[in-house]
């Protein structure tokens, strides 16, 4: 058995997700489909079970919305949970029922608003419930450990029902499918890819042009996305680097490259005159370079809190490597944590 959970903002697209057909499917295709593979693609949802709620899609939303407000620091309301049988295993919807009750009070909601539906469209038994963090008490079900909570719930209800142990949700997927790299693995690339990338570049332009150059779509609207040669599409907050975050590393590079010029311009500016002493010029000069040099410090100190990136004992600060090289010392080794 595999299960998932996951919060969310809107009752409305959640509800509709488990009461309708998949908008993407003409009626046309729901048909062939459903000769083709002896699944039921039309009304392909089931409800199994209203609790402390009723009626169609926009009623249910409106119920679960007046019962959020009793809570007033809930951003997330919404509770989707699922669970999927292995396949070649089957159970009556009496015991799917249980299966759904055992979900909901596993998760803190068995006595808030929740519905749990049969979807019939897969080869595999798999029930949905959406349900209403918000009680009608006010309290609010918590989500920490959820993925825990819902892997050791999986557990549990296989050696209720003698069902399949399954622990991994590749075991669902084709020979083909199982050859493509895990999702967190995706993640894991695209962010050593906009990592470097970032360390390379200081203009938003160049930043797009590289990332297009390593096969990625880029999508920037009110935040930033990424679509890999495989069609996946990540967000970049999924990956510790939002739009914000890229702009401001952007930024401070420009800034870096700005105060290097500065100060090469005040260098070139600053040779010895017959109206000035040399050794007050020089003066004048070191007390320029180091002004700019505690300027580069700073912004260099956060373009690297900023990139931060995730490697082992082994990875040195290239701050701590140039201040070691001025001192003659060895530079002591930061560990990430």
């Given at each position: 058995m595999i299960?998932?959970?996951?919060?969310?903002?809107?009752?409305y697209?959640?509800?509709s997700?488990?009461?309708?057909?998949?908008?993407?499917?003409?009626e046309?295709?729901?048909?062939?489909?459903?000769?083709?593979?002896?699944?039921?693609?039309?009304?392909?949802?089931?409800v199994l079970e209203?609790?402390?709620c009723?009626?169609?899609?926009?009623?249910?939303?409106?119920q679960?919305?007046?019962?959020?407000?009793?809570?007033?620091?809930?951003?997330?309301?919404v509770?989707?949970?699922?669970?999927?049988?292995?396949?070649?295993?089957?159970?009556?919807k009496?015991?799917?029922?249980?299966?759904?009750?055992a979900?909901?009070?596993a998760?803190?909601?068995?006595?808030?608003?929740?519905?749990c539906?049969?979807h019939?469209?897969?080869?595999?038994?798999?029930?949905?419930?959406?349900a209403?963090?918000?009680?009608?008490?006010g309290?609010?079900?918590s989500?920490s450990?959820?993925?825990?909570?819902?892997?050791?719930?999986?557990?549990?209800?296989?050696?209720?029902?003698?069902?399949?142990?399954?622990?991994?949700?590749?075991?669902?997927?084709?020979?083909?499918?199982?050859?493509?790299?895990?999702?967190?693995?995706?993640?894991k690339?695209?962010?050593?890819?906009?990592?470097?990338?970032?360390?390379?570049?200081?203009?938003?332009?160049?930043?797009?042009?590289?990332?297009q150059?390593?096969?990625?779509?880029?999508i920037?609207?009110?935040?930033?996305s990424?679509?890999?040669?495989?069609?996946?599409?990540?967000?970049?907050?999924?990956?510790?680097?939002s739009?914000?975050?890229?702009?401001?590393?952007l930024?401070i590079?420009?800034?870096?490259?700005?105060?290097?010029?500065?100060?090469?311009r005040?260098?070139?500016?600053?040779k010895?005159?017959?109206?000035?002493?040399?050794?007050?010029?020089?003066e004048h000069?070191?007390?320029?370079?180091e002004?700019?040099?505690?300027?580069?410090?700073?912004?260099?100190?956060?373009?690297?809190?900023?990139l931060?990136?995730?490697?082992?004992v082994?990875?040195?600060?290239?701050?701590?490597?140039?201040?070691?090289?001025?001192?003659?010392?060895?530079?002591?080794?930061q560990?990430?944590?």
């Amino acid at each position: 058995m595999i299960g998932h959970v996951s919060i969310g903002a809107s009752f409305y697209h959640c509800i509709s997700y488990c009461l309708e057909d998949k908008k993407e499917l003409s009626e046309q295709q729901k048909q062939e489909l459903s000769m083709q593979d002896h699944l039921q693609h039309r009304e392909r949802a089931e409800v199994l079970e209203y609790n402390k709620c009723f009626g169609n899609k926009h009623e249910l939303t409106q119920q679960f919305k007046d019962v959020q407000k009793l809570s007033r620091r809930v951003e997330k309301p919404v509770l989707h949970l699922s669970l999927r049988l292995a396949p070649g295993e089957t159970l009556t919807k009496e015991q799917l029922m249980e299966i759904g009750r055992a979900c909901a009070a596993a998760f803190g909601v068995a006595e808030n608003q929740y519905i749990c539906v049969l979807h019939k469209d897969t080869k595999e038994q798999h029930i949905h419930i959406a349900a209403n963090r918000v009680g009608f008490d006010g309290k609010v079900a918590s989500d920490s450990n959820s993925y825990k909570r819902m892997a050791s719930l999986c557990r549990s209800l296989e050696k209720q029902y003698n069902l399949q142990e399954v622990l991994s949700p590749r075991a669902f997927l084709s020979p083909k499918d199982r050859l493509l790299p895990r999702h967190d693995q995706r993640k894991k690339r695209l962010k050593e890819d906009i990592r470097q990338t970032l360390e390379k570049v200081s203009l938003y332009s160049a930043f797009e042009k590289q990332m297009q150059a390593l096969g990625y779509k880029v999508i920037k609207g009110r935040g930033i996305s990424f679509i890999d040669d495989k069609k996946v599409k990540i967000k970049g907050s999924a990956v510790g680097f939002s739009l914000s975050k890229i702009d401001r590393i952007l930024s401070i590079k420009q800034q870096l490259e700005i105060n290097k010029a500065k100060q090469q311009r005040q260098a070139d500016g600053n040779k010895p005159s017959m109206t000035y002493l040399k050794a007050s010029v020089q003066e004048h000069k070191q007390e320029v370079q180091e002004s700019f040099g505690m300027i580069e410090k700073q912004l260099s100190s956060i373009l690297y809190e900023l990139l931060k990136p995730e490697y082992g004992v082994d990875y040195i600060n290239p701050e701590l490597i140039k201040e070691a090289k001025k001192k003659g010392k060895r530079p002591t080794i930061q560990v990430n944590r």
